[in-house]
C-alpha cells in the first residue's frame, strides 16, 4: 500500500512518460503496476496535483503537469488555455465570472493565481466555472477586456 505522497509521485511519473486522456486510463496504469486505486481517489489527486488537460488534436486531450516558469511563461500559457478551453468571461463590479470547458476550470483558475497579478484578488473554480475577484472595479473592467481579448485570440 502507498502513500498518498507516494501514489501522487507515481500519478506524476505516469502523466509524464504516458498519454494518458482519463481518470480511468489513470487507474488502469496505476493497476497494472500493482497500485489498487479508486476513481475518486484519482479525481481527488488531479485535483491536488493540479494536473490539466493538455489538447493533443482530433478532439483528444492528454493530463500534464502544469508547468510554471517566469511571468512572461504562465501568461503564454494563460493565453493558450483562454483560446483553446474559455468560453466566455462576464463581470459584475469587481467580480469575474470566466466559463470553460467542463472540467478545465481548475486548470486555468491554477495558472490564473501563477500569474501573480495585482489586480487579481484570488480565484475560485468549479468544474466548468471560475469566479474571479479583481481588487477593484475599475481593475475588474480592464481586467474582464483583456481576458476577453485572450479568448478570442
Do not use: C
Not at 76 to 95: C, H, I, K, T, Y
Not at 101 to 116: K, T, Y
Request: glycine share 8%; proline share 1%.
Amino acid at each position: 500500500m502507498l502513500s498518498k505522497e507516494q501514489r501522487q509521485k507515481r500519478i506524476q511519473e505516469i502523466i509524464t512518460r504516458e498519454s494518458v486522456s482519463t481518470q480511468a486510463d489513470l487507474v488502469n496504469f496505476l493497476q497494472k503496476e500493482g497500485v489498487l486505486v479508486t476513481q475518486a481517489t484519482i479525481s481527488r489527486d488531479i485535483n491536488e496535483l493540479r494536473l490539466v488537460r493538455l489538447p493533443i488534436g482530433k478532439g483528444r486531450h492528454r493530463y500534464a503537469l502544469a508547468q510554471y516558469g517566469a511571468h512572461a511563461d504562465v501568461e503564454e500559457q494563460v493565453a493558450r488555455l483562454f483560446q483553446n478551453f474559455v468560453n466566455d468571461v462576464d463581470r459584475g463590479e469587481n467580480m469575474l465570472v470566466i466559463r470553460t470547458a467542463e472540467g478545465h476550470a481548475s486548470g486555468v483558475a491554477l495558472l490564473l493565481d501563477r500569474w501573480r497579478r495585482d489586480d487579481i484578488v484570488g480565484t475560485i473554480a468549479g468544474e466548468d466555472t471560475i469566479f474571479v475577484v479583481a481588487r477593484t472595479t475599475e481593475e475588474g473592467e480592464a481586467l474582464m477586456e483583456e481576458l476577453h481579448a485572450l479568448m478570442l485570440g
